[in-house]
């Protein structure tokens, strides 16, 4: 019997249309699988929670807040801002808790050839201004990503978009560039929300999301009460929600622990006990492909040369990574970006491991001298610093000199990320394969951190893109995990977990692993239980 979560090549539109409505599936299989969250802990869960409630107001706390906080979501590149964007708006799509795309806005996503996209909206959806949801929102929300002018952080995603035409009050077709079978999974990021037909100024946060904005001061808070005209019955739970910035760790975890705020995002391993001590408070970790990576950028020396590469990655501690820097609270990997709990997951790639004298023979066989190497390491990319310690000490018993330059988190980004030979990434989960491949690993992606260049990878990942059989996707994905593994300048040695703090009395909660706060979703999903 087939599943009708992956649906075989060939089905007929009218087949997969009966697939979305009859089971709430859309036709792709490319979400995350969770670990650890399978039907019997959920009944268990949801069983000792008991109904939602309604009722509530609660304060919740995120790494930061800037100036620069916005209400487009195309422009929302903070945490912050995806929290928000999930309150005020909805996307087409949307991840259900098997990280698998299920209809939102949209009723209904078909295609015969994973090229051209045939779309129906719901009915009776409305802005929190009273307009209704048409088509021409959603081609206006969608084709600004392609204008220079948006600044969209998706225009790289959205050069899929060929054309996006209305074909009827509550229809609309999406023609992409090639075959990809993960539009309905992309469609459900936050960037891609459906605004009104129109919008430029964006001070209101007029959309169709769970919650309707009340204030909003950039770089200070966010407060928003609940739309009591929400297209899903029921929901949302909480009356008002107000979201702040608290930079430093340590002070958002003293706010929990008094509490000032009722949840906090981004609780570092070292935390974990304090906040266990308390019977009012629980630490929820979220397995997920979160990761910080050395980069040894392919178009200087010596990083390129594969000796000095394939040095580097057997100098990695990564049980001692796992257990010093994250406190367990990790999964061991293996310079590759897809996680053991992904679908694509190649799990035959032999693990690389700890191998001084094989260290030490790739760097002699690089001509490596005593010159002092300098690692750039900043706390902007979580556990870089320690991780350079440890390189750095195991590079002087393998015969590599290397000087850790710690650099801070301010301005990280934009002045040392890919600047020099040897440094530090640190990249946030993505809901497929091909997102992270297209975004971090393609040959001209602007995020290329190595700079590495593969004709075979750049060619699998298309193949990949657009085709429909699941074993064979799967086999492709596995190549290319293999290629970036032995030839990419990127060693990750571990899978960070998403570690966040919550009020007990807060319920409703379940793993998200693309990001903290459920995904940063959580608006819609918890209820308060006195």
Request: aromatic share 8%.
């Amino acid at each position: 019997m087939e599943d009708s979560r992956n649906p075989p090549r060939g089905l007929s539109r009218r087949t997969l249309l009966g697939a979305a409505l009859g089971t709430g599936v859309v036709v792709t299989a490319g979400g995350l699988l969770l670990p650890g969250d399978g039907p019997v802990r959920r009944a268990l869960r949801e069983a000792a929670e008991g109904p939602p409630r309604q009722g509530g107001r609660i304060r919740a706390a995120c790494m930061s807040l800037s100036t620069g906080d916005t209400l487009d979501p195309a422009k929302g590149s903070l945490s912050s801002d995806y929290v928000r964007h999930f309150m005020l708006y909805n996307c087409l799509t949307e991840l259900d808790r098997d990280q698998r795309a299920v209809p939102s806005l949209a009723q209904a996503i078909e295609s015969d050839d994973q090229a051209l996209w045939h779309i129906t909206l719901r009915k009776g959806v409305t802005f929190h201004d009273g307009k209704s949801l048409t088509s021409a929102d959603v081609v206006y929300s969608l084709l600004r990503h392609k204008n220079p002018a948006t600044a969209s952080k998706l225009a790289a995603i959205a050069e899929q978009f060929t054309a996006i035409e209305a074909t009827g009050p509550l229809t609309l077709t999406i023609q992409l560039a090639g075959p990809n079978a993960d539009l309905p999974v992309m469609l459900a990021q936050s960037h891609f929300a459906i605004i009104a037909d129109g919008e430029k100024r964006f001070t209101g946060g007029n959309g169709t999301g769970p919650y309707r904005m009340t204030a909003f001061t950039p770089g200070v808070r966010t407060l928003v009460q609940r739309n009591r005209n929400y297209w899903k019955p029921g929901k949302p739970y909480l009356d008002e929600i107000e979201l702040i910035g608290i930079p430093d760790e340590v002070s958002r975890v003293n706010a929990l622990l008094s509490g000032d705020v009722h949840m906090v995002l981004a609780v570092n391993a070292r935390s974990t006990q304090r906040i266990a001590g308390s019977a009012r408070h629980i630490v929820r970790e979220t397995p997920s492909s979160l990761y910080s990576n050395l980069i040894m950028r392919q178009d200087q020396l010596p990083t390129s040369n594969p000796h000095f590469v394939a040095g580097i990655k057997q100098m990695m501690d990564r049980p001692l990574i796992k257990r010093a820097l994250f406190r367990d609270y990790a999964t061991i990997a293996n310079d590759q970006p897809i996680p053991p709990f992904h679908p694509y997951y190649r799990a035959d790639l032999p693990q690389t491991t700890l191998d001084l004298d094989k260290a030490r023979w790739h760097f002699a066989k690089a001509g490596i001298g005593t010159a002092r190497l300098p690692i750039f390491a900043s706390p902007a990319a979580e556990g870089s610093v320690d991780m350079a310690s440890i390189l750095q000490e195991y590079g002087a018993r393998a015969g590599l000199n290397l000087a850790v330059n710690r650099v801070p988190a301010d301005g990280y980004w934009s002045t040392h990320w890919m600047k020099h030979p040897l440094g530090f990434g640190n990249t946030n989960p993505r809901p497929t394969a091909d997102l992270i491949f297209s975004l971090f690993y393609k040959s001209d992606a602007a995020w290329n951190e190595s700079g590495w260049k593969n004709p075979r990878f750049d060619s699998l990942l298309l193949e990949a893109r657009g085709e429909a059989d699941e074993a064979r996707r799967k086999q492709l994905y596995g190549e290319m995990q293999g290629l970036v593994r032995d030839h990419c300048g990127v060693g990750i040695p571990v899978f960070i977990s998403l570690l966040d703090g919550y009020d007990r009395r807060l319920k409703g909660w379940y793993p998200v692993p693309l990001g903290g706060f459920m995904g940063y979703g959580f608006a819609e999903h918890l209820w308060w239980e006195d």
